[in-house]
């Protein structure tokens, strides 16, 4: 009897509970912060593996199981700003035009200011390091369809419509170009602070996006 029911009991598994994907992609931004702050601390040359995982806490085994190369690791910290960009343009209400939305930089300035200064950081390093450009440029690319999705349903038309796929492309341009901009002037140099920088980037951006077709 004793050996029938415990036989009818079920095996319990051993080890740690499986992580959410959640879980997983705070492990990500968690890697990524560590990653950009040794490269800009040390360069990206001068930083390993290992060096980046132990910032995070964790096993340089675990630290492969979720990125390629070191360089890869960055890649978060660029796509938790456009996810970001993304959903507070699929929130912005239908009935305002979109251009209005640059004035309300909330996606942009409500951002921890230490991960606000490590992508600022990132992009700079970009600058002399194309590996690390390519990373955005695929963060960049990634973005596209999601953005697509977004104002696809607003303006009425499928996601894979060419004009949706162009402004898409287009919106998240404008961002990037506002960035590079702040990011490449000269020591010294006086021009808009970085938040009216991105305001007046989106703005242009936002404001061709929702624009009708010539």
Do not use: N
């Not at 390629?68 to 938790?80: Q, V």
């Not at 697509?148 to 402004?167: F, H, M, Q, S, Y």
């Not at 170009?177 to 242009?204: F, K, M, N």
């Amino acid at each position: 009897m004793g050996e029938e029911q415990h036989a009818a009991q079920p095996a319990r598994r051993g080890g740690r509970p499986p992580l959410t994907e959640s879980r997983k992609d705070e492990i990500r931004l968690e890697i990524a912060i560590a990653a950009v702050r040794l490269f800009t601390e040390q360069g990206l040359d001068g930083t390993s593996v290992a060096q980046i995982a132990d910032a995070a806490g964790i096993a340089t085994r675990t630290l492969w199981r979720y990125f390629p190369s070191k360089e890869a690791c960055a890649g978060p910290l660029l796509s938790f700003g456009l996810d970001r960009f993304t959903s507070y343009v699929r929130d912005w209400p239908t009935d305002l035009p979109l251009a209005g939305a640059a004035d309300d930089t909330r996606w942009f300035s409500d951002a921890s200011p230490t991960r606000l200064l490590l992508v600022i950081d990132l992009f700079r390093l970009t600058q002399a390091e194309p590996t690390l450009d390519q990373v955005w440029i695929r963060c960049y690319s990634d973005a596209v369809a999601p953005l697509a999705v977004v104002l696809g349903e607003r303006l009425g038309l499928p996601a894979d419509d060419l004009r949706i796929k162009v402004k898409a492309s287009m919106l998240l341009a404008s961002m990037h170009q506002g960035l590079r901009h702040y990011v490449c002037r000269a020591p010294g140099e006086h021009g808009l602070s970085l938040e009216d920088t991105i305001r007046a980037a989106a703005r242009i951006g936002l404001a061709a996006a929702e624009a009708p077709e010539l």
